[in-house]
């Protein structure tokens, strides 16, 4: 039975994508690279962040989240700082029709000049951690699409 882990997501199958790994055997958090080469534009106020693409899925536990964390020196090195604090891929997100649950970061660039990140490089972490529902809990909804989708119900 499988529990939970990462495999390359729908059209990056030729692509060289790394699976994350865990790099000593403390770490919570499995390191997630960059799917292409990109170029993250300098903050303009009212752009719309920059999603980077890591040809990854994951699948998980019904009682399971992963959330998506930068990488702590990517503010400072980088100027690099996630759109929305931290990522949330549910369970359902996997393989759904839209997008087959690959996992994007999505950055805003603070630093004064443009940021480009290369195929392969780390740009944040996963951790997989388990969730509690409410007593009074009801939610019945299914995913029907990718990304930013469960608003849409």
Request: proline share 4%.
């Given at each position: ?147 930013g989708s469960t608003s849409k119900n």
């Amino acid at each position: 039975m499988r529990n939970r882990g990462f495999e390359v997501a729908k059209g990056f199958e030729d692509k060289g994508i790394n699976l994350p790994e865990r790099k000593t055997k403390f770490s919570a958090g499995y390191d997630i690279e960059a799917a292409e080469d990109i170029t993250i534009p300098k903050f303009v106020p009212g752009m719309k962040p920059t999603l980077v693409k890591t040809g990854l899925k994951a699948y998980m536990m019904d009682d399971e989240v992963l959330y998506l964390y930068n990488r702590s020196s990517n503010p400072k090195k980088k100027g690099l700082i996630l759109a929305n604090s931290v990522g949330v891929i549910d369970k359902d997100y996997y393989g759904n029709p839209d997008n087959d649950g690959h996992i994007m970061f999505a950055f805003y660039n603070i630093k004064e000049e443009d940021v480009t990140i290369k195929k392969g490089e780390a740009i944040g972490q996963g951790v997989f951690q388990k969730y509690f529902v409410t007593d009074d809990d009801v939610a019945e909804g299914e995913r029907i699409g990718g990304f930013g989708s469960t608003s849409k119900n």
